[in-house]
């Protein structure tokens, strides 16, 4: 804390806590605060964040608004989508994926405005905290990095509320009590952890989910929908034609209505601890699905083996928030390599909380109906091939079994 | 088929197929023919085949029939489940899993009954022939290996009919016709492939499926089921002590009734092509969901992540049939020495095709409510901690961010 | 057999074996034969092989003589030495990287002579005979192949030789009896095989060296070289630009000098059983050693660890003669992502068949000493910060701990 | 620091920085000091440490002096050895592996005397403090660790000389100025790093190695030995039975006189930054290679291959400190399962550095001349097997051709 900070750049969401932090910046450091704030398709309103910045204090021009919908769905979620990328078996990296970006943004901002430091409202126990820093840090190795949570002695919800009052930061009524759980949302995904989801035991509440409906409450009838790939991106849905972001967007809606993606979890955090957390991934759900379905048909053996090998490593590093690192990189130019022919259409049946794939076709198929049938196929296989195959793939078997008998 | 052959223990059903296969061998190789018939759970009556192949000519006793339901699961279902392993992300591998146990118990009786020869009715295209073949020749180098479907000129159904009717072997009224496509079955799984389901964007009809009732015509309530965890297998359910057999045979109720675990696969045979196929794995995929769950509490990480990568390439080594090889073993003893302490209770809602983890508990478990709390932790986690964490991480990637910039 | 063959392109050396199987082509097949030879740097004289095979009835414009050298090494030899590839940890592969190229050009001429068929004179008991096939089949999914050595009666070397004089086919003196042992060159390596080294546990004779001198009699006196690199490739030795063809041969020149990469190796092949082999790999072996300095100085950790941990593989992909396909160009995407500031100088000493990496400097070096030194590093780094990084790292173990005590 | 602390146990050389460490944690902590002095090889005289502590007021029944040196081969070396393991593709691991047992023994003796702290004298750059610190809180999760050269403020050679002069500690002469580089040294290896050291380019000086002769100064005749092995394990040197510790002793003594197992590194530390080494690994070098040598004989294929991949992770494990760590223990359950047949002898030459295998033989040899020989193999082969193993290997290839042309 001993540093000097002239202008600092923060995440802003507008909210108790991030405000908290812009007037104890601007209290602990005397620094100039900008304000920075993203749409990454939280579905909050922005403006009010504005609104809030601008009583604060900070200058018009320092208050930073950025949709970055579209940037996020194509430049994160659709490469990490095609990696196939589920932490530990079952997440979809929502958080995980919008940290990257947030960070890159403030760096710029940083640049822009010519300021020595960034700051972010994580906490020191999670792994949003590492996501930010390492972010700040691969994109700026000299950037000061102030997190907020780690240094004041706003320990407990009480001392917050004390402070926000004592410098005139509204606080919102629902806010002075301790929420019963804690989220974060994006286009991609609602997290929600803490509190009462802290004993694994016990089930989530009906109250945590937001973003989908209770599989029980969704229509008794399926929905048979149909999404179209191109070169392992998703571009339309039921034929409609659709931005990244729009596309998502219109898969949540889906999604919500069908009570899809919901995910409880105990996961391993980078930091080192156990932690429980609902997931509510909607579109992102139906898109892994599919996104396997269209992969089946295209992608040869040699090349969907490697990467169901390299996938568990590319989300460990996503998840612990390595995505600008090399590594991240040379995985995701592997990925990429391979999804060139990954083109076609997938058809989905979304039911009560489930997605299943009942067809997929593509121009590039790989799947030869000639070759497989149980027919006569022609001579375009020959059974006895299959013989000199078993034989040499046995021989060292074989070998084996004669040495150790 | 230069070799000469005295005597040859057969992988027999009982069905038309292998009874062709059967008489095939008596009348090409002019060879004892014993039958081998198991009971796996495949849900058929096993005595029928005993009189069929009494009728046919085999010595009584020259007729094996084995319940190996008990085996199977023990010795083959639960290892692999509990490396998590799957298919191409997807497949749980049910048939795959089931022919090494077969392969092993044919040479067991070869050498009981001093065979020569084993067979199987397997076809030239698909992965099964390669299974057994790799079974027999790991456990008897010199054993001698007849795949007839590889070797006659019975290559159509009429061809095959024929021959039947020729010899007098009976001809269920079923099999006169194609069937409209193939089916495997043991106590794990259902699968189907070929004919009317040979375009991998046509629904699979509704006749196919045999072992799960449609999720749409599945109970409107759910159902809460807990199933209990030791050293990595499941040993109850509901609280109810169940052998392994047992205990699948009861999820497979369960999992029937509310449409679990039905999959629509495009898959990458070891033989080099693409098939379809349609699995059903009702009880299979409850107990793959649980083993997630109980895993996410008591496994530390750096097994968690592991066992997440290796369980590709294991699920691979079973799907291509080595088994019984030093890789797979291997890599079941990294598996299984991260079991120790997989023990604890799981608890899933099953509902409408969907099996959702919605607790799991533990006298092992690694999660840490004090430590993890967003309340006072009194000290099991020091915040600042992360500061050093986080800075040692990012060192390299900004050492690498200075050169590069 | 029974296939109709107008126009085959056979890989000819000019020596009696593949001139034998030249006219067995034409006798066989009763069809035209197009010869291919390639100098692969393997330093022989080409033209007495036009001369042959003008004799033996090819016309002029169906004898290709291609000087393929520097596409060779640039192509095929840096892209692996990228790689690090070492086939079981030892073996650069040296035999395996030609295959494909050569695959290549039988099939571009193929297309450009209108042939219909390809043949080659590898043996049914070797690798290259896959390497050869999987090149043909990946580049030209419907040529037919032809392997005399799978196909023909001359099943030893008497039968050879007779046939050699019945169809007047010149026999020198010294192939007259049986070799001792069987040799592969080229630009990278000579192997030696069979025969003489057959037993393992023989020392391999002196006389079956052929590209480097002993190392008891090269000189007492060590000779220190540099390696200039640049995006992972080497370009100059001793400060002199040279092509990678040069390159190589440059460096082969001093490996042999100092009796530098023989290598002794009991290989597992994929044919599925073991062989010993004699390796000299001079020029390679130097260059490994040197790629691997000027990689420790500008790769990050993250990229030289994931290189190690691909490594393996893509060695496996290349002995297995699976260069095109697309698992080995996701693994080269991979890699060459990692190359791009691998540029800077080595320098080497050579003695007695050794080869000592003594200094590695770069422009994008990320060695700092300002960071690792053991003096006052002036804040570079915090030790401080250690502890929290040990502290996270720890966490898991210490519950762990807590748990198992 | 406020922790109050009653009893220590301090990783004590006798040197002047551990004793410096050992009045620094008297003064500081007002704590009562238990010494520990290992012999791992190092080759020092233990003696002298035992007065010193004396001297210094350790009560003679807390200062403690073990032999570990064979507990230090057979439980950490041999395993590590049966990995192959290489740390960045070349280092044998000399330090790392010795630092899991010396903090197993601090926290054992920790039990026995009560002690509530654990202290070493590893500096906050380097990667042993981790290593220690990771195995301390593994074993014992609620120790308190001490890591003085994080504390103090003994930051400079100078305010440390001043200290122990302050303190009455004996200064040797040859410690008052700057050591122009650092050592460790065990039974397994030397390692010299810092100051000289530092700039990558620099040749290493002569003056820094002290356990290899330079190889121009080693014999000019080489010199032929054996190894014998057992399960994985060395078990005798030129036929002579040895235990563990002594025949490493045995090899360190051959590799010193030929001048085996000089490294110099450039290395990434786990820590963040590069550092620059020099190791001497003789009898380890001959090890690694011997080791290699029988496996190429007694493995097969699928084991090699697998242990080929696991090897990285298995070596930036040990590098990293994560010895006590679950997926340590299962890369070693899946190593050890493939040592139980690697029995045998390996023939080695060692020559002016160099370290070059001339045989092998194995009573469970896999090797089959029979099958491999380019004679007449009597059916042990069927080289038409061949072609139906390339066809079905080449399938996806031809499919993927076909697709993409």
Redesign the interface.
């Known amino acids: 804390m001993t540093d000097q900070i002239n202008r600092v750049v923060l995440a802003y969401s507008g909210g108790l806590d991030t405000s908290v932090i812009l007037r104890w910046l601007q209290d602990t450091y005397a620094c100039e605060v900008v304000t920075f704030t993203a749409d990454l398709g939280q579905g909050e309103e922005l403006e009010p964040a504005r609104e809030k910045a601008l009583l604060m204090g900070i200058k018009p021009e320092h208050v930073f608004i950025d949709d970055l919908r579209e940037e996020f769905v194509r430049d994160y979620v659709y490469p990490m989508m095609r990696a ?1 990328a589920l932490y ?3 997440y979809l990296l929502g958080t995980s994926i919008a940290r990257p970006l947030i960070a890159k943004r403030q760096i710029e901002i940083a640049a822009q405005v010519n300021a020595d430091a960034v700051a972010h409202g994580a ?3 999670g792994n949003d ?2 996501r930010f ?2 972010g700040y ?6 950037i000061k990095v102030i ?1 907020p ?2 240094e004041w002695d706003l ?2 919800r009480t001392k917050l509320i004390e402070y926000a009052e004592s410098r005139q930061i509204p606080i919102p009524r629902d806010k002075r009590g301790e929420a019963p759980f ?1 989220t974060d949302a994006n286009l991609l995904h609602t997290s929600s952890e ?2 009462v989801l ?7 509440p009906d109250y945590v989910f937001s973003r989908t409906v209770n ?2 409450d969704a229509p ?1 009838t ?1 929905e048979v929908i149909t999404i179209d790939f191109e070169r392992g991106d998703a571009v339309a849905v039921n034929g409609e034609g659709l931005s990244p972001a729009s596309l998502l967007a219109r898969l949540n809606d889906l999604g919500r209505t069908h009570g899809i993606g ?1 995910l ?5 955090r980078f ?6 957390g609902m997931y509510e991934t909607p579109g992102g759900t139906i898109l892994h699905a599919a996104h ?2 269209i992969e ?2 295209t ?11 390299l996938a ?2 590319y989300a ?1 590093l996503v998840y612990n928030g ?1 995505w ?4 991240r ?3 995701q ?6 999804q060139d ?1 990954v083109t076609g259409t997938v ?1 989905l049946k979304l ?4 997605v ?6 593509s121009p ?6 000639k ?4 027919e ?1 196929d022609q001579g375009a ?25």
Chains 1, 2, 3, 4 share one sequence.
């Open positions: 196939n530990e078996g079952l906490t020191g126990k905290q590492v820093e390492l840090y691969a994109l700026n190795p000299d997190a949570w780690r320990t407990s804690s803490g509190k802290e004993d694994p035991w016990d089930e989530v599989p029980e008794d399926p919901r409880d979890l105990v996961e391993n930091v080192g601890m156990k932690s429980r396997r379905a089946q048909l992608l040869d053996r040699g090349a969907a083996h490697l990467k169901d090998e568990p490593r460990e390595f600008f690192s090399p590594e990189e040379m995985l130019a592997a990925i990429d390599a391979s022919k058809r039911y009560k909380g489930g299943h794939v009942t067809g997929r076709r590039h198929s790989l799947y030869s109906e070759v497989v049938t149980f006569d296989y020959d059974q006895r091939d299959a013989a000199g195959f078993i034989k040499l793939n046995a021989l060292r078997l074989r070998l084996l079994g004669r040495r150790d008998r």
